[in-house]
Structures are given as C-alpha cells and as structure tokens.
C-alpha cells in the first residue's frame, strides 16, 4: 500500500510514456535475448558452500499467526502477526535476533491531539546464551533484550531485559517435559520485578502420512512485585503440532488465563483464545546442496518460506513503518508454471480513537497481507509472470467504515538476460480501485541488474530501479517518480545482505510524520528456503 500526506509536486500523465515504452521495449526481452546475453568476463556463479566462520551454523526461521500470545497476553490485541529472525551457533554458544509485529495502541506523538503513531508496532529480540547436555539432561541458559523501537513509553520505559534458564529432556518414546523460568529486575513499563516459571509437557505422537503430531500442554505462572501495577497470575495453553516436509509446522493451540476484567480490554487482551501458527525453518545447505522448496511429500508441489528484517519498509519509494524496522516474509506453494502464496509484514499508518473516548487506542493497520497467485514461466531464457495480488490490512481501523483498505492488483512483468551480463526486467501493476478507495492506479517499473566477481564466500550483486506511479488526482491518488540503487550480498546460497538507497519526486516529504517519501537508506538480512 502507498499512502502519503505530501501533496506530490505537478505532473503531466505524459511523463509517464518513457516507462510505458520502456515496458513495451522489455515485454520483446525474449526474442531478443538469445541474441543480446552475453555471459561477464568473470565468474558470477554461486560459490560452493563456504563457512563464514568454522564450525558456525546460521540458520532463520519465519511464522504466520492469527495472533500473537505471550505467557497469555495478546500481543497484537488479537489480531493477526508476523514474525520470524535469524540464529548463530557455535557448539555450546548462541546468539540471535528475532522480529515480529505488534499492536500496542496508539499515541499522540507530538502533542498536537492526533493519534500519529502506534504504541508499538513492532519487536526485536536480541538474545545470546550456552546450551549443553548432560546424563540426557538438556541445559540452556540465556540473556535476552526486548526492544520496541518506535514505542511511546507511556510514562516508562518499554524496553526490558530479562534471563532465561530452561532444563529438558526427551524420552525414547517421544516424550519430553521441560521447565523455564525468567528473571527480570526491572519489567516493560518499568512495572518492577518479574519471575515467570513455565512448566511442558511433549509427546510425540504416531506419523500421519508425512505429518509428524506432537501434543503439548503448559502452565505458566507470572509473579511480579508487590504493590506495582501488574498483578500475579496463571497462564496455559494446550495443543497440538503437525510437522511437515523437514522443515515446516502447523501449530493449533487454545490459551486462557486467570486475570480477571479481560473482557473489557482494548489491548492486551488475556481471555481464553485459539491461536494457529504456520512456521518455516532453514539451515545452512546440506552437504551436496539440498534443493530449496523441494518437498518429496507433495510429489510436483513446491513449498518455499522467505524472511527478511530490514531497517525500513519501503513501497513505491513510500515509508510504511514510519522510517521504523519491519519483519516480514511468507510462504509460496508452486506447481509447475501455477504459484500461490501469502506474504506479510508489520507496519505503522499511525492511530485512531477505536471506542469514541477521545484517547487514541487502536493502530490504524498494525500489519499487512498479501495474497497473491498466478502464472510464471521462462521463453527464449526469459521469465515471464502474469499474476494478481489480494492486499489486506486485518483489524485495520479508520473510524469510517466507508473507506477500505484492502485493494486487489494484477501484474505482468518479464526478466531477460541482455548485454554484458545484465539482466533487465519490466513490470506493469493496476488496480482499478486502489487502498483507501482512490479509484484506478498504474505503476510502471524497470530494473537493472549486474553481477559482480565473487568475493570469498559472498556472490555480489548491484541493481537500481526506476518507476511512475500514476494515480487519479481527482479521486485522491499521485502521480510521482520513484527509484533505487544498491548492492545485495548472496551468501551461503539462501541467504543476503541488501543496502539500498531510495528516492522519490514527491514534494513535502521533509515534513512528513507518516509515509515518508524522502530520501533515505534501508538494509536488509534476508533468506529464501
């Protein structure tokens, strides 16, 4: 979605015809491409599997739920979240990041009586600690730091620190309990003291066809301080787990707590609830180069995950996080030339008064998703893709009904090799009535790609885009020119490094406080399995 409060500077539709022919021109890539490609006078091929570090493993992970719960609490004030990171280890030693979505309210950032910003919309983890085993006895022990990077503090500090120690073991039969308890001096909100201890039970059960059940049930208890605003209370859930082609689960679970008044929250909503969970984990490849999304289990399907963490989430050359980080990844399911999938990340449209109380105390859109579907094949070497594009924004509030968010799209874009070793695409997205109700709007884009002479472990490559937006002034859309350039650094095969620069023409961006369109830096850690 791109939604700006800068009025974009005068433009003639007319400016747009050098995208449009530039399209044309690329949509002939594959007739001509036989002819243009020409390979680079240096290898770019992937490197063969190289340890960044010896004895190091990297690994990510990424999950799609229809809630976020934390020892009971809603996290996403019931709706749907994205989340997922990347982990090192080193024999005993781990250390890592992990992101998801949030929606903690909303608040008036700049005391001038509008709700401009999330409470929260988004976490990061960062964590390191030592595990080991012992007599079959498993040991882990870690520090953890909470940071909510755009979070208004609400008279305390959100950010926290706690310890983790976790003591398990599995049984021949599949049967694991195992024991957590955290330690934090000081919790979120500078609310004091906070010992939770955990306790779970784990049993694998029969195989399914090629779904691996494991049943699970907790019991968790929160103890805070005496006398501060959080009060003790019980937490549990119950569920069941269905593991599917090596590296992905299912997870249905039913959450309850004892707290009393849950009823009547905005937020941090603690009553009985049934969260489902899709998750996807990957390693570094196996020796002989195991093949990305390749699944046995459903013979010509193909199941991939993606996960990125990047400083900024930038669409159409447009902030959607507020210039804040974001998560944000998916599944796509392929079949032959057919592919479907979704897609999702957190964001931040500032807030609004959900309950008529005058205080702002709902994300306007704390996450976006995307469902998308279509055909992709290649001609003459290059690759072509018709497809369509469902953009939804769950729990998404304006306070009149009357506008929508969600907007369908179809796409039809091509990618050819051409000279020197580049390769060069073109794409043309339309909606005929596009996010907040803004009537038909086109976006044209060309890209250019090279890659460079292997470095090591590193395949680098560096590429820029041009683009016009073309939307109809007379129903709320922008016309405007948008573009990037940049290095992405491929390594161990699925995983990359971006640093980008972005731009657009749009005037006023300098005084933006939401979808910021000026000028500006975004990297990335990605990994595609």
Not at 58 to 82: D, F, H, K, M, Y
Not at 204 to 214: C, H, I, K, V
């Given at each position: 979605?791109?939604?700006?409060?800068?009025q974009?500077?005068?433009?003639?539709r007319?400016?747009?015809?050098?995208?449009v022919a530039l399209?044309?021109?690329?949509?002939?890539?594959?007739s001509l491409a036989?002819?243009?490609?020409?390979d680079?006078?240096?290898?770019?091929?992937p490197?063969?599997?190289?340890?960044?570090?010896?004895?190091?493993?990297?690994?990510?992970?990424?999950?799609?739920?229809?809630?976020?719960?934390?020892?009971?609490?809603?996290?996403?004030?019931?709706?749907?979240?994205?989340?997922g990171?990347?982990?090192?280890?080193n024999?005993?030693?781990?250390?890592?990041?992990?992101?998801?979505?949030?929606?903690f309210?909303?608040?008036d950032?700049?005391?001038?009586?509008?709700?401009?910003s999330?409470?929260?919309?988004?976490?990061?983890?960062w964590y390191?600690?030592?595990?080991?085993?012992?007599?079959?006895?498993?040991f882990?022990l870690?520090?953890?730091f909470?940071s909510y990077?755009n979070a208004v503090?609400?008279?305390?500090?959100?950010d926290?620190?706690e310890?983790?120690?976790?003591?398990?073991?599995?049984?021949?039969?599949?049967?694991?309990?195992s024991?957590?308890?955290?330690?934090?001096?000081?919790?979120?909100?500078?609310?004091g003291?906070?010992?939770?201890?955990?306790?779970?039970?784990?049993?694998a059960?029969?195989q399914?066809?090629p779904l691996?059940?494991?049943?699970?049930?907790?019991?968790?208890?929160?103890?805070?301080?005496?006398g501060?605003?959080?009060p003790?209370?019980?937490?549990?859930?119950?569920?069941?787990?269905?593991?599917?082609?090596?590296?992905?689960?299912?997870?249905i679970?039913?959450?309850?707590?004892?707290?009393?008044?849950?009823?009547?929250?905005?937020?941090?909503?603690?009553?009985?609830?049934?969260?489902?969970?899709?998750?996807?984990?990957i390693?570094?490849?196996?020796?002989g180069?195991?093949?990305?999304?390749?699944?046995?289990?459903?013979?010509?399907?193909?199941?991939s995950?993606?996960?990125?963490?990047?400083?900024?989430?930038?669409d159409?050359?447009?902030?959607?996080?507020?210039?804040?980080p974001?998560?944000?990844?998916?599944?796509?399911?392929g079949?032959?030339?057919?592919?479907?999938?979704?897609?999702?990340?957190?964001?931040?449209?500032?807030g609004?008064?959900?309950?008529?109380?005058?205080?702002?105390?709902?994300?306007?859109?704390?996450?976006?998703?995307d469902?998308?579907?279509?055909?992709?094949?290649?001609?003459n070497g290059a690759e072509?893709e018709?497809?369509?594009?469902?953009?939804?924004?769950?729990?998404?509030?304006?306070?009149?009904?009357?506008?929508d968010?969600?907007?369908?799209?179809v796409?039809?874009?091509?990618?050819?090799?051409?000279?020197?070793?580049?390769?060069?695409?073109?794409s043309v997205t339309?909606?005929w009535?596009y996010s907040?109700?803004?009537?038909?709007?086109?976006?044209?884009e060309?890209?250019?790609?090279?890659?460079?002479p292997?470095?090591?472990?590193?395949?680098?490559?560096?590429?820029?885009?041009?683009?016009?937006?073309?939307?109809?002034?007379?129903?709320?859309?922008?016309e405007?020119?948008y573009w990037?350039?940049?290095?992405?650094?491929?390594?161990?095969?699925r995983?990359a490094?971006?640093?980008?620069y972005w731009?657009?023409?749009?005037?006023g961006?300098?005084?933006?406080t939401l979808?910021?369109c000026?000028?500006?830096?975004?990297?990335?850690?990605?990994?595609e399995?």
């Amino acid at each position: 979605m791109t939604r700006v409060t800068p009025q974009a500077t005068p433009l003639h539709r007319a400016r747009a015809f050098g995208i449009v022919a530039l399209t044309a021109a690329l949509l002939a890539l594959p007739s001509l491409a036989p002819a243009w490609a020409q390979d680079p006078p240096y290898d770019t091929a992937p490197p063969p599997p190289v340890d960044l570090l010896p004895n190091w493993t990297l690994t990510a992970n990424i999950s799609l739920a229809s809630e976020w719960i934390a020892r009971g609490i809603a996290e996403s004030s019931e709706g749907a979240a994205v989340q997922g990171g990347f982990d090192i280890t080193n024999g005993w030693f781990y250390a890592g990041v992990y992101g998801s979505s949030l929606n903690f309210g909303a608040a008036d950032t700049n005391n001038d009586g509008l709700a401009d910003s999330d409470g929260a919309n988004f976490e990061s983890d960062w964590y390191a600690g030592l595990r080991t085993s012992f007599k079959g006895v498993d040991f882990d022990l870690g520090y953890f730091f909470y940071s909510y990077n755009n979070a208004v503090d609400f008279g305390g500090d959100v950010d926290m620190w706690e310890i983790r120690g976790i003591v398990s073991t599995e049984t021949t039969s599949g049967f694991k309990p195992s024991f957590t308890a955290y330690y934090t001096p000081e919790y979120s909100f500078r609310t004091g003291r906070n010992i939770t201890l955990e306790g779970k039970l784990e049993q694998a059960l029969p195989q399914l066809g090629p779904l691996s059940p494991t049943a699970s049930v907790l019991l968790g208890y929160n103890d805070n301080e005496t006398g501060r605003v959080r009060p003790d209370f019980w937490f549990w859930n119950a569920g069941l787990t269905l593991g599917f082609a090596e590296r992905y689960a299912f997870d249905i679970r039913y959450w309850d707590t004892d707290i009393s008044g849950c009823e009547t929250r905005t937020v941090f909503q603690c009553g009985e609830s049934v969260v489902a969970r899709l998750t996807g984990t990957i390693g570094e490849p196996e020796s002989g180069g195991a093949s990305a999304g390749a699944t046995s289990a459903l013979n010509d399907l193909s199941l991939s995950a993606n996960i990125a963490l990047t400083t900024d989430y930038i669409d159409r050359g447009i902030s959607q996080t507020d210039a804040n980080p974001a998560v944000q990844g998916g599944f796509e399911l392929g079949y032959h030339w057919l592919y479907a999938g979704v897609w999702a990340s957190n964001l931040d449209y500032g807030g609004a008064d959900a309950n008529g109380d005058g205080i702002p105390d709902s994300a306007i859109a704390p996450v976006e998703f995307d469902w998308y579907g279509g055909v992709r094949t290649q001609i003459n070497g290059a690759e072509i893709e018709l497809g369509a594009n469902y953009t939804s924004y769950p729990d998404a509030f304006l306070g009149n009904p009357a506008v929508d968010l969600n907007y369908w799209e179809v796409v039809a874009a091509v990618t050819a090799p051409v000279r020197a070793g580049f390769e060069a695409g073109a794409s043309v997205t339309y909606s005929w009535n596009y996010s907040g109700e803004v009537g038909e709007v086109w976006a044209f884009e060309g890209t250019l790609e090279r890659p460079l002479p292997v470095i090591g472990p590193f395949s680098p490559t560096i590429g820029g885009l041009i683009a016009y937006n073309d939307g109809e002034r007379s129903d709320g859309g922008i016309e405007y020119w948008y573009w990037n350039a940049g290095l992405e650094l491929g390594f161990l095969e699925r995983f990359a490094f971006d640093v980008r620069y972005w731009d657009t023409d749009l005037g006023g961006c300098d005084s933006a406080t939401l979808f910021q369109c000026d000028e500006r830096v975004v990297a990335t850690l990605s990994a595609e399995f």
